[in-house]
């Protein structure tokens, strides 16, 4: 069973940065990785996604401000997230689906996503 694992969440002010990652087994040669993140009472939102051709794929209420990747094993996945925001204030998933969600721009929809990581907090103060 696929089993994405965050880490790296925590609390910040308004303008600093943090760095998610993401461990996960390899699932297919092609596949889509994303992060999503859910406030209180709010949709799960997708924030930004890679595939194995590293294509960046990123949401525009936080394109210029965070910066997805992998590395080379592509086994972990990373989320920088700079300049935060209190509205950046929500719990940060990590999701992996095989195929090519990320090249159908299908990767900003939960329920295309299959595995799922347990989630890791990040709070921004003002």
């Known amino acids: 069973r696929v089993q994405p694992r965050e880490s790296g969440g925590g609390s910040v002010q308004a303008g600093g940065s943090l760095r998610l990652s993401c461990e996960y087994p390899k699932i297919a040669d092609r596949f889509c990785m994303a992060w999503f993140r859910q406030a209180p009472d709010n949709e799960r939102e997708g924030v930004a996604a890679?595939?194995?051709?590293?294509?960046?794929y990123v949401a525009e209420s936080v394109k210029g401000r965070f910066t997805i990747s992998q590395d080379r094993a592509r086994t972990t996945l990373y989320l920088q997230m700079d300049n935060l925001k209190v509205e950046d204030t929500s719990l940060y998933y990590c999701?992996?689906?095989?195929?090519?969600?990320?090249?159908?721009?299908?990767?900003?929809?939960?329920?295309?996503?299959?595995?799922w990581g347990q989630g890791t907090q990040v709070t921004v103060s003002s």
């Open positions: 999701a992996a689906e095989d195929g090519e969600l990320c090249y159908h721009n299908e990767w900003y929809d939960p329920n295309q996503f299959a595995h």
């Open positions: 890679l595939d194995n051709l590293d294509d960046a």
